[in-house]
């Protein structure tokens, strides 16, 4: 099976005077699963939607391993799967109908439809609940009935647009577990707002913010790009003589600003002069007083924080 890639090339959408999609460029490597993320309105489930084919764009271009949306609609829509946010399924269907029916519609040649199906129950997990009408399942399953029929006729690239949406924490990791697996053999971009679930299960991750990428690396590259100099956690064995290390670290060539940690009484929050590195003048710093260091660790940035810097205006 070839994997297939994504090029969006300066991508458009408008509604009105509205940019849903702000003329934004990316790429989507073979086997990668990024993740989408942005706040509500910021124009994920429109870009998605164009690349799906289900919404043709004001401006711009998406190439779905050569072939354009705006000439090969029809080829593209056969070798992708799509999950909706909304997960639309029949719900007076049973689950075995469902999948035949969408199996159908996919062109699965007839005599691979049951094995197709067989595989699909297998890999979702379905086979417990697989004889029941789709009304009587749980949000999970339903969640696993949509990601089957996105993948009935093995497609190359999944879409899945909030896939875990009210999904409880046992049936997240669930999913979660099986779009790792997927992304071994496809190419997937997962759109979310669960965001430890995209550094559990994504290779790199774009956000988008008012219909432009405002970043796109993986959770360590955006971290290392936020954080900018070293922050230290600090922390002394002596309560007693805070304040006398405290002014010491002060005036160290390296340090910029120090604070007392607000989670314990003898710990500072260090930060580093551009360029610096405050770990050795500390550590010696220490050693000429007899002050026993009981910690120094980098404070890493948190995906949260990045996330609300990149999107709160």
Known sequence: MVIMGIVVSNLTKKFGSQRAVDNISFEVRTGEIVGFLGPNGAGKTTTMKIITCYMAPNEGDVHVNDLSILENADEIKKKIGYLPEDNPLYDDMLMLEYLEFVAELQNVPKDKVRDRISEMIYVCGLDVEKHKKIAELSKGYKQR?????????????????????????????????????????????????????????????????????????????????????????????EPEIRDQVYTAIQHLDSVAVVNFDKVSKNSFIVNCKQGNVSRKDIFNMCVQNNWVLTEMTPIETKLEDIFRELTIN
């Open 145 to 237: 009935v949509g990601l089957a029929q996105a993948m009935i006729h093995d497609p190359e690239i999944l879409i899945l647009d909030e896939p875990t949406t009210g999904l409880d924490p046992n049936q997240i990791v669930e999913i979660r577990k099986l779009i790792r697996e997927l992304g071994k053999q496809k190419t997937v971009i997962l759109s979310t707002h669960i965001l430890p679930e995209v550094e559990a299960t994504c290779d790199r991750i774009l956000i988008i913010n008012k219909g432009k990428i405002v970043a796109d690396g993986t959770a360590e590259m955006l971290r290392q790009s936020a954080q900018g100099d070293e922050v230290l956690r600090v922390q002394i064995a």
